[in-house]
């Protein structure tokens, strides 16, 4: 499958505590972004990379939130000391380069935070 | 004003209508724009990209409109698998990569 995985599909976690996702795009994707969606609501921006550099985040992400990208390659989204309000489905998406390249999006990691 | 608006639904339809979305964009250097589908807890989509004359992929059409800044999406002969959330995309241009998703319009065919 050389579609864009996400680890883990399911994550429930107590306030409080940290967690890592990983995202690995289309292996010839140069772009990668993190979304986070609630219910009702459209995909909300976080965060994106092309290559290794982060070029843009969001103001919404608070600094309990990282994203890195170390080779270009896959992403880790970590969320510091989770909150109840941290819970979302957290959407990882890739796309070629190209202002026209439309993103080609992950299963998903839906969190919980109990 | 929000970047992306949409109307959130639901639009009921019955099986064989046709209906249409728009969707308003509040950044006139908007580049490139698209529809996605979301289906239940699933990921989006692409649906179709939207191209400034217009374009057409089986029972949907998409338009653009620059002049008043949206976008359109029109479903013909709908289907009971056309039962799913719609989501208008801008990307903006000037190397500035914030891909904007709106909130999604609900559609919901009805037998």
């Known amino acids: 499958d050389t579609g864009v995985s996400q680890d883990p599909r399911h994550k429930i976690t107590k306030r409080g505590q940290n967690v890592t996702f990983r995202c690995d795009p289309i292996?010839?994707?140069?772009?990668l972004y993190w979304y986070r969606q609630t219910l009702g609501q459209g995909p909300e921006f976080l965060t994106y990379f092309q290559n290794e550099a982060q070029l843009e985040k969001s103001r919404l992400l608070s600094d309990r939130f990282s994203a890195e990208r170390p080779k270009g390659s896959f992403s880790t989204l970590e969320i510091q000391r989770t909150e109840q309000g941290d819970s979302a489905m957290y959407l990882c998406a890739s796309s070629a380069d190209g202002y026209n390249s439309p993103l080609h999006f992950g299963n998903g990691t839906r969190l919980t935070v109990t | 004003r929000k970047e992306v608006e949409q109307d959130p639904g639901p639009f009921n339809v019955p099986e064989g209508a046709t209906v249409a979305f728009n969707c308003t964009y509040s950044?006139?250097?908007?580049?490139?724009f698209f529809w996605y589908r979301q289906d239940c807890r699933k990921e989006p989509k692409l649906l179709m990209s939207?191209?400034?004359s217009g374009n057409e992929d089986g029972r949907f059409t998409a338009q653009l409109n620059r002049a008043s800044q949206y976008i359109s999406l029109l479903i013909r002969d709908s289907k009971l698998s056309d039962s799913a959330t719609y989501l208008c995309v801008v990307t903006p241009g000037g190397g500035y990569q914030k891909v904007t998703f709106g909130i999604g319009t609900k559609l919901q065919v009805i037998p």
């Open positions: 950044n006139s250097a908007s580049q490139s």
């Open positions: 939207v191209y400034s």
């Open positions: 292996s010839e994707h140069n772009r």
